[in-house]
Every structure is written in structure tokens, then in C-alpha cells.
T-cell receptor, first 111, second 114 residues
Framework: DTAVSQTPKYLVTQMGNDKSIKCEQN?????MYWYKQDSKKFLKIMFS???????INETVPNRFSPKSPDKAHLNLHINSLELGDSAVYFC??????????FGEGSRLTVL | GEDVEQSLFLSVREGDSSVINCTYT??????LYWYKQEPGAGLQLLTY???NMDMKQDQRLTVLLNKKDKHLSLRIADTQTGDSAIYFC??????????????WGLGTSLAVNP
């Protein structure tokens, strides 16, 4: 059983399109995150949700909108995709401020 | 400030020990972590150390923490080709508003040569 699963694993799309990445965790954790990893492998937090409430919202364009329908899910919707959005997006979860468990990543390529 | 620094690359020979270093600036750290990322995969928690400890050993891994110098290291004994990966150091701090946040290093890419 995969602990943190994200779909899709790969996403190739045109500039200007809108796309979503879904994340689910079956660990019973109360906190979920979205991270962006660029081509140099640098990891940056984008959002953090605790019990479905947004607690961290780093400097991310408002084209990115996270949605947490319940504690086990945190989806990421991106509007008007730009070339610079190409990256690997990682979902993660934790119990409070404990250790993070990461998904396998979703590689987004914007053409 | 909140900053975690690591050297970006390390190359070792198979069978040697690897030492990956990390320095941090925030003194409010509670836990410090090492994560491993293999090519094309997500990050996996390797080990962590509580900030009031100075050493933790787990099989081939030894974590050393020098709180005075704000220096953390990960030693991998008998390094194998399967250890080739990016290793991220992360510090859990207490930020503004009593918010616990994780500050990440940029990752050290370890190459193990046969």
C-alpha cells in the first residue's frame, strides 16, 4: 500500500492550459504539503495544510490553488500554465510537525 | 536568519566512508533530518536527530550534531553504489507565531564510483 500517492506521475501540457495534480495519503496524518523541485533539484515549500486548513502559503503565484477536501487529500490546481512551472511537484504528509513522508512526485512539463 | 547550507557535490569510492556536511543558522531547531532522494523518486526519511543529542547511530549511518557550531553531518560507512543519491539536510525550527517549519538545504549529490 502506497503511503502518499500522487497522480499523474507525468504531465505534459501546453502553455496557458489549466491542470490539476491529486494527492492522497493513507497514513492518518493531519498535515499535508506541496513542494516544488526545480531542474537543479532545489526543493521549495509551496503550501501546507493542517486538518484541511491552510497554514503555510509561501510566495507562490495565485495561479496555484490548493484544495483539501478532507485530511487525506490535498490537490493542486494550476491555472494558465507557464514555461517556468515545469518542475517536479511533491506531495508530502506528516503528523503535526513530525517527519515528512513524500509521494513519488509529479513531473510537469509545460511546452 | 533561516538558512541551511550543504555542499552540492560529493564523490567517493565504493567501500570508503562518505561524510555529508550541513550547517544551519537558526538556534531554535528542535529536530534535524536527513532525507535521501534516489533518481526519479521522492524523498525518503533516512534518519533524524533531536537537537539535544550529539550523536545517533543507525547501522551504517552516523549522525553527528555540534549545536554550538550549528553543524550537522551524516557519515555513511562502507559506501555502496546504491547510496548514490541526493541527500537533503532539513532543520525543524519554531518560526513566527510559534509555527513549526522545516528549512531545507539544497541537497548534496553523492556519486559513488566503483
Amino acid at each position: 500500500d502506497t503511503a502518499v500517492s500522487q497522480t499523474p506521475k507525468y504531465l505534459v501540457t501546453q502553455m496557458g492550459n489549466d491542470k490539476s495534480i491529486k494527492c492522497e495519503q493513507n497514513l492518518g496524518h493531519d498535515t499535508m504539503y506541496w513542494y516544488k523541485q526545480d531542474s537543479k533539484k532545489f526543493l521549495k515549500i509551496m503550501f501546507s495544510y493542517n486538518n484541511k486548513e491552510l497554514i503555510i502559503n509561501e510566495t507562490v503565484p495565485n495561479r496555484f490553488s490548493p484544495k483539501s477536501p478532507d485530511k487525506a487529500h490535498l490537490n493542486l490546481h494550476i491555472n494558465s500554465l507557464e514555461l517556468g512551472d515545469s518542475a517536479v511537484y511533491f506531495c508530502a504528509s506528516s503528523q503535526g510537525s513530525g517527519s515528512l513522508f513524500f509521494g513519488e512526485g509529479s513531473r510537469l512539463t509545460v511546452l | 536568519g533561516e538558512d541551511v547550507e550543504q555542499s552540492l557535490f560529493l564523490s567517493v569510492r565504493e567501500g570508503d566512508s562518505s561524510v555529508i556536511n550541513c550547517t544551519y543558522t537558526d538556534s531554535s531547531s528542535t529536530y534535524l533530518y536527513w532525507y535521501k532522494q534516489e533518481p526519479g523518486a521522492g524523498l525518503q526519511l533516512l534518519t533524524y536527530i533531536f537537537s539535544n543529542m550529539d550523536m545517533k547511530q543507525d547501522q551504517r549511518l552516523t549522525v553527528l550534531l555540534n549545536k554550538k557550531d550549528k553543524h550537522l553531518s551524516l557519515r555513511i560507512a562502507d559506501t555502496q553504489t546504491g547510496d548514490s543519491a541526493i541527500y537533503f539536510c532539513a532543520e525543524r525550527i519554531i518560526g513566527a507565531g510559534n509555527n513549526r517549519k522545516l528549512i531545507w538545504g539544497l541537497g548534496t549529490s553523492l556519486a559513488v564510483n566503483p
